[in-house]
């Protein structure tokens, strides 16, 4: 009996260790499919960006570009890192602190014509907080051609 | 004057906590019964000095002295009073004012209600809170003081970031830290056991109320942001998988493992290792997830890891707390025994998986949070994990939990026979995948996500009432009786358990039903959603102490039949001038209708959305019923100070 008892729990030992390798291998499995990686403007530019998923692009939105479509909730804009320019297009209503010359975050992926479609648009809630990746795309811009100048926030 | 009053009431506070982080502890290794009797004296002088600073520092507020850096930084003389108040824990130094503050709190209480407990063992308990207090003091008078002076004087305030100007800045932060804090008291609780070498079942009562109390004003806390998200953000969500959120979920899942654990190891003396490191844990994660939120560290990796002061102090201390205790954990651990044996098929079993469950499920979310600032902090690129990394890793961990949690409570301790358990769970089994399956199809809509939900919510309802039917047949008398006859702390078990299935209830129709619209709408255009029709009637403007607001007025009714006003505002705070949506909400117990203002368009028109929530409260509701159960718990009887240390000891093969 005491053999059994312990051949038991060898079995539930070795089901426990099987049931939390699944979950690990789960989770990193979900982890894997559901990294959104983040590109700058110039790396849009460049071509160096995926095509089949979607991705993260961040700068200001450049001054003047807004445009609204008839709808009221289709928008044009453009995302700029000081150096290249992404257009991008979204449908539904923009965050509180959307505004041009501000810092933005897009979420979405680039058709073959160099649109980028947003699902997601994102601008956090603080006047001078820039979104880090809005932030590293124009730090990366401006290290690449130190001619420019960072418009002023 | 004042501030530099707190400023030296804070040093003061320090230099006691010093004192009460080491002579209690040395006496309680040397058997000195002076040193160990200087722990609760020092706790109350510790609280006092404190509850001053921190008082000082709302009197700086209160007046409006923008001669000191931190209320100039997030004050306004326009800004009303009860947000001057709550805006001292709106930024980082005051947050941490608060973390000390209830540290106190928590010390004290845990001082004040003690007189059961040996005196070494107090002493160590008090002592070690003595020591993270002394952690935190110090990081505020070296690199983050709240009454540093502003020379010269600003004329006003910077004003309280808007979005934080709402009553849910009032509660939630406290609720929370009582929360993340009181999980201290678990880990001195656990630190002293391991230097003292006791831990039994008298060890297992004394802390399991403490660490349930914690976790109820963890839950309520984690429930007051998700509300304050929902009707603030305008986005009608109640859970976003925030960075900020996340920091405040692991602890929560963490500590719920651990009142679990704990309860094996009063009733049967099992898992005394492992509800140590889980208390361990939850602390810890506890430290980590206020300062993932106060450091700055979601906002510039680099900033804060080359910050000299404030980076290199907060990783520095964080590695003292929980690599000393690990070390400490992994020196001491085989001194606190080892537990009575179990079979495979038992209630230690059940909840020795929940545990397991738990606990992945809280890497999963410390996986999803810190690994991309790790490949930013390390140059390696950014990436975001989203909602949907977190979407598809939970409901596979927390699927089996909830599961068990309909057998758990029906299966005996030690060993359990699973030919009984499935004769005693075979018609609630049979209601909820027979309620999973007919009801999504009356209402329209059969995903295997809202069946699995459903089917876990009716799972729960359903062998929670046959648990209780069993247990009031078994008892005698009248039904009041036979209810009194049942404890406090099983009660609480069960109506916790009934929140899950309501909160799980709640997530599973509103993720599977819920609707939304963004429309352009004109005064007087109609939208259509769910039934519903939402007139416009057009936006008036309306001034508020601190801010502009246009505020709309939509008309909801059904049928021709006037139902409800939505009332949504747009304001601008004129200081920061800063836009922020208030969304207009009818809150309902079987579905909300929602409307926010997005931006307003040429001619008089706004952007609008209009979301349809069904049983949307469902979820905070079933929160509160967790807290709740939570609280009855902590009323029972035996955990009544005074309760006789002997009784302390647990009767053999009583269930509970």
């Given amino acids: ?153 | 004057m004042i501030p530099e009053i707190g400023h030296f009431s804070l040093i003061l506070a320090l230099l006691v906590a010093l004192v009460l982080g080491s002579f209690p502890i040395a006496g309680a290794a040397r058997g000195n019964t002076v040193w160990m009797g200087l722990a609760r004296p020092l706790a109350g002088l510790q609280f006092f000095l404190i509850a001053f600073a921190f008082f000082c520092l709302a009197y700086a507020f209160a007046a409006k002295d923008y001669s000191v850096v931190y209320v100039a930084n997030n004050s306004n003389s326009q800004l009303p009073l009860q947000f001057r108040i709550a805006a001292v824990w709106g930024g980082h130094e005051g947050s941490l004012l608060l973390w000390a503050l209830i540290l106190s709190v928590w010390t004290l209480a845990v001082g004040l209600f003690s007189k059961h407990i040996p005196d070494d063992m107090r002493a160590r308990i008090l002592g070690v809170m003595g020591l993270i207090s002394v952690g935190f003091l110090l990081f505020m008078l070296m690199v983050s003081n709240p009454f540093d002076r502003l020379m010269p004087a600003a004329l006003d305030g910077k004003d309280l970031n808007p979005l934080l100007q709402d009553p849910g800045m009032i509660f939630h932060p406290p609720m929370l830290y009582m929360g993340y804090v009181g999980f201290s008291v678990a880990f001195a609780f656990s630190i002293a056991a391991l230097l003292g070498g006791q831990l039994d079942a008298a060890w297992a009562r004394w802390s399991r109320p403490w660490t349930i109390m914690a976790w109820v004003f963890l839950t309520v806390g984690i429930m007051a942001g998700s509300n304050w998200a929902y009707y603030e953000l305008g986005w009608g969500g109640w859970w976003f998988w925030d960075a900020v959120e996340n920091a405040s979920f692991m602890p929560w899942l963490v500590g719920t493992a651990l009142i679990h654990s704990l309860a094996v190891t009063e009733k049967r003396g099992s898992f005394k290792a492992w509800t140590v490191l889980l208390a361990i844990c939850a602390f810890s994660l506890s430290l980590l997830g206020t300062f993932l939120v106060r450091s700055g560290v979601l906002t510039s990796v680099h900033a804060f890891a080359t910050d000299p002061g404030r980076g290199v102090f907060i990783l520095a201390f964080l590695v003292v707390v929980i690599g000393g205790s690990l070390l400490l954990f992994a020196w001491r651990a085989t001194s606190v025994g080892r537990g009575g044996k179990f079979a495979v098929i038992s209630r230690e079993s059940f909840l020795l998986a929940n545990n397991v469950l738990l606990a992945v499920a809280a890497l999963s979310v410390l996986l999803g949070t810190l690994y991309p600032l790790f490949l930013d902090a390390l140059n390696l690129g950014k990436i975001s994990v989203g909602p949907p990394y977190f979407d598809a890793v939970f409901a596979p961990l927390m699927a089996p939990a909830v599961f068990l949690m309909g057998i758990g409570p029906i299966a005996r301790w030690k060993d359990a026979a699973l030919p009984e358990l499935a004769v005693r769970l075979r018609w609630a089994f049979a209601i909820s995948v027979l309620t999973a399956i007919t009801l999504p199809l009356i209402l329209g809509n059969l995903t295997p996500m809202i069946g699995l939900g459903l089917f876990l919510a009716f799972w729960v309802f359903a062998s929670s009432a046959e648990l209780v039917y069993q247990r009031l047949r078994k008892s005698e008398g009248g039904l009041l009786a036979r209810i009194r006859a049942n404890s406090r702390s099983w009660w609480g078990m069960v109506i916790a358990h009934l929140g899950i299935a309501v909160f799980v209830l709640g997530v599973t129709v509103v993720k599977g039903f819920e609707s939304e619209i963004a429309v352009k709408m004109n005064p007087g255009d109609v939208a259509h959603l769910a039934g519903y029709e939402f007139t416009f009637d057009g936006v008036e403007s309306r001034n508020g102490p601190n801010y502009t607001a246009s505020h709309g007025q939509i008309h909801v009714s059904k049928n021709g039949v006037l139902r409800t006003v939505l009332e949504p505002e747009k304001r601008l705070y004129t200081v920061t001038n800063m836009p922020m949506s208030e969304a207009g909400i009818s809150p309902h117990l079987i579905h909300d209708l929602y409307a926010s203002l997005g931006e307003p368009l040429e001619g008089g028109a706004w952007s609008v959305r209009i979301y349809h929530k069904p049983m949307v409260e469902w979820i905070w509701f079933g929160c509160l019923m967790m807290a709740f159960g939570g609280l009855l718990a902590i009323l029972d009887k035996r955990y009544r100070l005074h309760a006789h240390a002997k009784n302390a000891v647990p009767k053999k093969g009583r269930s509970a």
């Avoid at chain 1, 110039?42 to 570009?65: D, M």
């Avoid at chain 1, 907080?129 to 051609?145: C, D, N, R, T």
């Fill in chain 1, 1 to 153: 009996m005491v053999l059994k008892a312990r051949h038991k729990r060898f079995i539930l030992i070795g089901i426990g260790l099987a049931l939390i390798g699944l979950a690990a291998m789960l989770i990193l499995n979900a982890f894997q499919s559901n990294m959104v990686f983040f590109y700058t403007p110039t790396q849009v530019a460049k071509g160096e960006v995926p095509h089949n998923t979607g991705f993260r692009i961040g700068g200001l939105v450049e001054v003047g570009s807004i445009k609204r479509g008839d709808d009221g909730l289709t928008v044009h804009f453009v995302i700029t890192d000081t150096a290249k320019t992404v257009p991008v297009v979204y449908k539904g209503v923009l965050p509180d602190l959307f505004k041009e010359g501000k810092g933005v975050v897009a979420q979405g992926s680039v058709g073959v014509d160099g649109l980028f479609v947003a699902s997601e648009v994102l601008a956090k809630h603080d006047e001078n907080y820039m979104p880090p990746e809005a932030a590293a795309a124009l730090k990366s811009a401006q290290e690449q051609s130190k001619t420019l100048q960072l418009p002023s926030k």
